[in-house]
């Protein structure tokens, strides 16, 4: 089935050659990173975690959203999804790679990575978590290389790929749950030290992972003339729509947590992401339009979907623009605004401002267009395999 990546539009190896571009712009990147150090990195010894671990905190819960199609179409035998359950699990696959890609480069050294394996700790959050990402991997490239080939054999899927099938669902739930409990494990930090962070990390995954999963198919519409079908499109918009509800109910909870209760710790953090934090004389304010827009996004996407449903019409463009919006104030959310207040301020109660580097951004940006090489790649072998049994 690989050599059905080996056919295409031109339209179709432009891109694949504008992301091998920005690959190796991002390897290059890396290389001076290897050769120099973390000190090329905007962190500090107050911002140990900076744009790779919120980048891959972000893409956990674009990973385990693929859960959104996988729970109806084989546990509730929802057939409406039998096209697009594919495309959650290949999109599984490459947010996990670009997962593990930002642990690399975030530990500057790839070797050290080995010490999880040489010397596991049970007690640590990073051992499960290392086991949950792989075990979720794993599975997915299992379970859709197999019922794909099935798919194309024109046969059913071997009885027992569905044991993995089953498993794979608790272990889409445990990868975002493991990677909250290192956050909500922290005493230090207020910010992070709250017991809805879990599901607050899973409510906001299943918005955004379906709702990459609809700009991808608007795309593929588009260019290989790809039909998800409009009542498969119309439940996956209610999920995001639910989803985006529960996020907004939780983060709206931490603020009455913050400013009701006064909360020093808790409070500062959510001045700094909304207002800006004075300290000393001076305002620390860089995440504030990021955050603003992020709630404007938000809130237009949730009222775009709204109005679909309490009209009850279907606009596929509008669907689209929605989830363009959902995802990028999401990806806001979790990918800046989530990690960085975290350490604002900090257990001594001073203030250190995180800048990305123009390396740190090269090499984020060649780690994602990794990811959408891969996810490109695949989606065109699941075109090609229905494409072919069609006709």
């Known amino acids: 089935m690989i050599e059905k990546t080996?056919?295409?539009?031109?339209?179709?190896?432009?891109?694949?050659?504008?992301?091998?571009?920005?690959?190796?712009?991002?390897?290059?990147?890396?290389?001076?990173?290897?050769t120099f150090g973390l000190g090329l990195t905007g962190m500090s010894r107050d911002v140990s975690w900076g744009l790779y671990i919120s980048q891959f905190t972000f893409l956990v819960g674009v990973a385990a959203g693929g859960l959104m199609l996988v729970l109806p179409y084989y546990i509730h035998d929802y057939k409406v999804f039998g096209r697009i359950t594919i495309l959650g699990e290949f999109l599984a696959i490459a947010a996990l790679v670009m997962c593990l890609m930002f642990i690399m480069a975030d530990l500057g050294q790839p070797l050290r990575g080995l010490n999880v394996l040489f010397y596991p700790t049970?007690?640590?959050?990073?051992?499960?978590?290392?086991?949950?990402?792989?075990?979720?991997l794993l599975l997915n490239l299992l379970c859709g290389w197999v019922i794909l080939t099935a798919e194309r054999k024109q046969v059913a899927p071997p009885k027992w790929i569905y044991f993995f099938v089953y498993l794979s669902l608790p272990f889409a739930v445990s990868i975002h749950t493991v990677t909250a409990m290192l956050y909500c494990g922290l005493p230090g930090r207020h910010f992070w030290l709250s017991?809805?962070?879990?599901?607050?990390?899973?409510?906001?995954?299943?918005?955004?992972?379906?709702?990459?999963?609809?700009?991808?198919?608007?795309?593929?519409?588009?260019?290989?003339?790809?039909?998800?079908?409009?009542?498969?499109?119309?439940?996956?918009?209610t999920i995001i729509m639910y989803a985006v509800i529960i996020n907004t109910f939780f983060f709206l909870l931490e603020f009455f947590v913050g400013y009701y209760s006064e909360v020093p710790g808790h409070m500062h953090s959510l001045e700094y992401l909304f207002f800006g934090l004075e300290h000393h004389g001076e305002v620390y304010n860089n995440l504030v339009p990021f955050m603003w827009t992020a709630t404007l996004f938000n809130f237009a996407g949730l009222g775009i979907l709204g109005y679909l449903k309490i009209a009850k019409i279907f606009d596929f463009r509008l669907v689209t623009v929605a989830s363009i919006l959902i995802f990028l104030a999401l990806w806001t959310d979790?990918?800046?605004?989530?990690?960085?207040?975290?350490?604002?301020?900090?257990?001594?109660e001073e203030v250190t401002e995180y800048y990305p580097t123009l390396n740190e951004i090269g090499i984020t940006i060649g780690v994602w267009a990794t990811g959408f090489l891969l996810l490109t790649l695949l989606y065109k072998i699941a075109l090609g395999v229905e494409e072919e049994v069609e006709h």
């Open 6 to 34: 080996l056919k295409g539009k031109p339209a179709y190896w432009i891109w694949l050659g504008i992301l091998a571009s920005l690959i190796a712009i991002g390897w290059a990147c890396y290389f001076r990173q290897y």
């Open 334 to 348: 979790k990918g800046l605004g989530f990690v960085f207040a975290g350490f604002v301020p900090n257990p001594l």
């Open 122 to 136: 049970p007690y640590s959050m990073l051992f499960w978590d290392m086991c949950v990402l792989w075990g979720y």
């Open 195 to 237: 017991a809805i962070i879990a599901p607050r990390f899973l409510a906001s995954a299943f918005a955004a992972g379906p709702a990459l999963i609809l700009i991808a198919c608007a795309v593929m519409k588009k260019f290989a003339n790809f039909d998800a079908g409009e009542e498969a499109i119309k439940k996956m918009t």
